[in-house]
C-alpha cells in the first residue's frame, strides 16, 4: 500500500468520524439554532433570502455565487434538514 493511498484511507476516516460528530451535535441544537445554522450557510454562499426573518438576521444578501452551494455545504444543509424535520421544526 501506497502511502497516498495510506493518507487518502486516513483522511476518509477522519472525515467520517468528524461527520458522525457535528451530526450528533445537530441533535441538540434547537429549532432555532438549526435554522439558523442552514441559512448562515446560505448566506455565506450569497442566497438572496426572500423572507422577513431571514433577511432580518442575515441581510438580503444576493451576491455570486447566489446561494449555490459546494458539495460539502449542499450535503451538510440536507444534515441540518434531517435534524430539523426529526425536531419537528416548522419555518
Known sequence: ????????????????LISGDASAQLSAYSCYDLWHERNAIYARRGYCFKTDRAISEFGVGCFPPYGRLTPQEAYRVREIQYW????????
Open 1 to 16: 500500500m501506497t502511502s497516498r493511498h495510506k493518507f487518502a484511507i486516513v483522511a476518509g476516516c477522519l472525515t467520517t
Open 84 to 91: 430539523e424535520a426529526q425536531s419537528d421544526c416548522s419555518e
